[in-house]
């Protein structure tokens, strides 16, 4: 079975930065793709940021610039380096892991607020 942890977030303030973890059982390598997604309140899930197993990566229109994603596979883990934080970043972020196609799992989540 494989599972994925969340760890990283935390109460920042606006400007500031946060590094979340998604530690995967196995290797990162094993997953066609992983991403991390957010759930703000009343919203939708969305995604923030996905990495795949060639190394191709991409974000969603309101991180561009701000947020990166990484994987490190020695630590098993996909990072999410965010910076310069907005109010708006506040929400439960989430890893999704796929292994192929048709195979999805998800992290508890961690939640992130940015307030002065």
């Known amino acids: 079975q494989v599972q994925l942890v969340e760890s990283g977030g935390g109460l920042v303030q606006p400007g500031g930065s946060l590094r979340l973890s998604c530690t995967v059982s196995?290797?990162?390598?094993?997953?066609?793709?992983v991403c991390w997604y957010r759930q703000a309140p009343g919203e939708t899930r969305k995604l923030v940021a996905v990495?795949?197993?060639?190394?191709?990566?991409d974000y969603g229109d309101s991180v561009k610039g701000r947020f990166t994603i990484s994987g490190d596979n020695a630590r098993n883990t996909v990072d999410l380096q965010m910076n310069r934080l907005k109010s708006e970043d506040t929400a439960v972020y989430y890893c999704?892991?796929?292994?192929?196609?048709?195979?999805?799992?998800w992290g508890q989540g961690t939640q992130v607020t940015v307030s002065s």
């Open positions: 999704k892991a796929r292994p192929n196609y048709y195979t999805t799992y």
């Open positions: 196995g290797s990162i390598f094993s997953f066609d793709q």
């Open positions: 990495i795949t197993r060639g190394g191709g990566r």
